[in-house]
């Protein structure tokens, strides 16, 4: 009975690992943020460096004034980093969430990749850049929650 009323509605299932074949895939992604190295697979060096450089590039367009550059630098940053965390996430985590997220009795997929509020409304998804509470408590599993109405 802990976590999201999803969970305790039955709705909200947490998955920790995938097996494809022989392959298991642990799906977390802890060890993004901080000074340290990761220590984790899905994280390489060269993504935690990039998503450093994004971090300070985000910052100083957000302390600096609306400078096209501080903007486009940050734009640059995040791509990079985009890149390089999508060339490095595992290809059947990518299957199954692009399946969940087309499924109509999905509503929500959040992932240490990306987040997706809501599945439904075919918006883009967003990164899980470990931010916010929400961000931080899904970068060690996927979150799916099962569309329910009469229940949610």
Avoid: C
């Amino acid at each position: 009975m802990l976590g999201s009323i999803a969970h305790r509605a039955g709705l909200g299932l947490d998955v920790a690992y995938l097996a494809k074949g022989s392959e298991k895939i642990h799906i977390n992604r802890a060890g993004l943020l901080g000074k340290h190295g990761s220590h984790n697979d899905n994280v390489s060096t060269l993504e935690k460096t990039l998503y450093e450089e994004y971090e300070a590039a985000k910052q100083r367009a957000e302390n600096g004034s609306s400078e096209k550059a501080e903007r486009k630098a940050e734009q640059k940053a995040k791509a990079e980093w985009d890149a390089e965390r999508d060339k490095n996430e595992p290809k059947p985590i990518h299957e199954l969430r692009e399946r969940l997220r087309h499924h109509q009795s999905i509503s929500q997929v959040f992932d240490p990749w990306y987040m997706e509020v809501s599945t439904q409304s075919r918006s883009d998804q967003v990164a899980n850049e470990q931010r916010s509470q929400n961000e931080k408590i899904h970068n060690n599993h996927m979150h799916i929650t099962i569309k329910e109405p009469k229940i949610l």
